[in-house]
Every structure is written in structure tokens, then in C-alpha cells.
């Protein structure tokens, strides 16, 4: 039996994202027939993916310029833009002279982030760029600092922000309907194998990938930073923790209130372990993120939309058009900003310093407190 009926579900999601919408920004009278001019920086694999979302699902959008280091990837994007005619570059400062854009997308690599937002936030553009921050506390802080005072606004790619299903259920969690949150568990499982990904690239799985349950999970928190962790990591082949990936990695934060977060990074599984976990346990029940299910401590079930299972992209194309409508709107305080990207990306970070010596080039775990960071952009 639900809760509470479909209809007053529906009513209360809807309040709940349009007051998130409405806290920021006044729109500042974008013509409603006009396109907003996007140009894009870093045509890889994940910029093929967006581009596809946004040519269906962003009517409002016109790709006018493509930029990559790489002729061939400049290329590709002109032909899955050309609808829109762009123009191509492979000096993304060229792209920001001779372009007039309304915002620029930037899909480099994690490593590759901070030496292109910053320039772009600083040229006054609005700024969509992909998880993670970037792979360094260095390099966050640089991102979040020229974030802070930056003419446009700062949206990160974590899209389980933008996810109707994930609003409604942090808005139940913050209406408190699931009681105090003691622990919560997460997981990212694959069969896949990441033993050839460069950790100077990527700063390692956790660092690449977890971002988007970091932020899940400081978003159940209210956006605060967690206190300290512990983790341990292992490769199963006998390569070096600062030349590739680690394959399995178990880490624990503790947040304000002895709230724990236990997290599993599993890759070279049987595929039939593949799989995404996030939950939240409260003192009233619990709640399934992935299941979109909230159950009582009385069994009572409900659910806040259709199972989302091992969809990972989950919440993209709402992500896109979010972007290009808070372009629209002049609204700068994105539901991924630069608070909330800051915590996940520096989260990840944590959980590596906890399980990797740096300078050994080690496993070996050790627990990081959040002022071990040395973050220089706490509020
Ligand atoms: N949100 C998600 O779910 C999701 C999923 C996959 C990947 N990602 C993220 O997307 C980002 C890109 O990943 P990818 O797999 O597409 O990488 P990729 O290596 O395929 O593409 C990156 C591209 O950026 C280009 N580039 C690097 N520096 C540049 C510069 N200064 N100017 C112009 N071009 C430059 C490279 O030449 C390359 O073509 C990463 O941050 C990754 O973590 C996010």
C-alpha cells in the first residue's frame, strides 16, 4: 500500500523541483524563440553520447563550434552537428574569441578539466562540464575558486541531480519521512576490466567514476563534507597503483552525526553481478535509489517512480536541458554546481589517498580526514 496517493506524490515531486528551480537566478529575458549558441570542447566518446541526447532532446540548443586537439574528433563532431552548421577548432581559446557562445561544454578527460573550465570560466562563459572536478585537490580548487567568481555559472555532470526520481525521494529523505539517515551503503559493480586505464588520465576508477555516488550520497547528507574515511584497494594483477586502475577498493566515510557511508568499486566480475547499489538506511525504513523504493519500518512500501536498475546514464538528457534552460533563464545555481561537485569530487579523492600511498606507490590503507586534504576552498 503507498503511502501517500499517486496524486499527492506527484504534487509534492513537482513543489519540490520547482522550488529547487525557482531558489536562484532571475531570468534575464532571453528571447523565448531564439537558440542558445553552445560550443563544445572535447569530442570523445562521452561527447558523442551527449551530442546524441541533445540534438534529440534540446530543441532549444544549436551546436555552433566544435573544438578537440584532434582533427579527426573535430570532424566527428561536425558531422553529428551538422544540422547546425558548426565551425571546427582545435584551439578551444580560438573557439572562445571568434565564437559568440552562450555556454561551451567541456568533455576532456578527468586530468584534462581544470586546464580548460578555468580559462572558460574566467572568458565569463556558462560552463557544463563532466564528473569528476578534476583528479587533484589542486585542481578542484582551482575549478571551485574560479567558479566562485565567475560571470556565468558552473554545471557539473553528475546526472542523478537532474533524475526526477532522485528529487522526489531527496525531497521525501528532507522532509524528513525517513527518519534520522544512519548509515548508507553504495556500489558500483562491473565485469568490466579496468586494469588498462591510466591513472595520470583518470586519477584512478574511484576518482573517475564515483563521483556520481559521492554526490548522491552528500546530497542525502544536505551537501556537507564528510569527515574522514578509510579504504583499502587491491588490482588483482600485479600493476602499480599510480600507472593503472585499481579493480576492487572498499571505502567507508563518516559523515557529522556518526552517519557511515560504506562504498564497493568491484570491476572483473560474472556479468550477471553487474550493478549499481544505493541505499539509505533511516530509523523510519529505508530507501532503494535504484529500485526508486522507500519501505517502512512497517513494510509499508513506496515507490517514486520506475525501477532504474543498471540504467547508468540516468538523468542526462534532464541534465542538458537543464543547462540549456538555465542559460535561458539566467539561473546560476545549477542542481550540480560547484558546491556540490566540489564535495563529490573531493570525496573520491579522499577515498584514493585512503587506499594509495602516492609516494610508495602503494596500496596501503590509511584513514584521511577531510582536513588531510589540505582543500583551500572551504566555506
Ligand atoms: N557523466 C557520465 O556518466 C560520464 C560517462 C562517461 C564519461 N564521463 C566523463 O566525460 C569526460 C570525457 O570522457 P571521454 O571518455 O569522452 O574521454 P575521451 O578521451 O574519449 O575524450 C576526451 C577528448 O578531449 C580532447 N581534449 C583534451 N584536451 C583538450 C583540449 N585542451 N582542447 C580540446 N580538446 C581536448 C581529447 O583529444 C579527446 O578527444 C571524462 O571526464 C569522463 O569522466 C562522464
Redesign the pocket.
Known sequence: MSLFSRREFIRKSAAGASAVALTSGVARGFPANEKVHLGW?????????LMQHMLERCPDAAHVAI????PD?VEAGLKAAERDKPRGY???RKMMEKEKLDGILV????C??A??VVPVLEAGFNCFA???MDITVEKCDAITKAARKAKGFYQI???RRSHPTYQAAMKFIHDGLLGKVSFMQGGWHWSGDPSAAPVP??GGRLI??AS?HMDVMAWVMKDVAPLSCVSMARADEDTKPNEFSETKSATVFQFPGNVLFSYTHLFRLPGKFDKEILLAFGDKGAIDFNEALYTGRDEKEHRFGPPIGKA??QG?PESLIHFVDNIKKGNKTPWANVETGRICSLMCIMGRMAHVNAVKNAYEPAVVKWKDLGTTTDL
Open positions: 570542447i572535447g569530442y570523445g566518446g562521452r561527447a558523442t553520447g573544438c578537440d586537439l584532434k574528433r582545435t584551439d578551444f568533455v576532456t578527460a578527468p584534462d578539466h586546464d580548460v563532466e564528473k569528476p555532470g553528475t546526472q588520465r583518470d573517475e567514476q556520481h547508468w546514464d542526462t
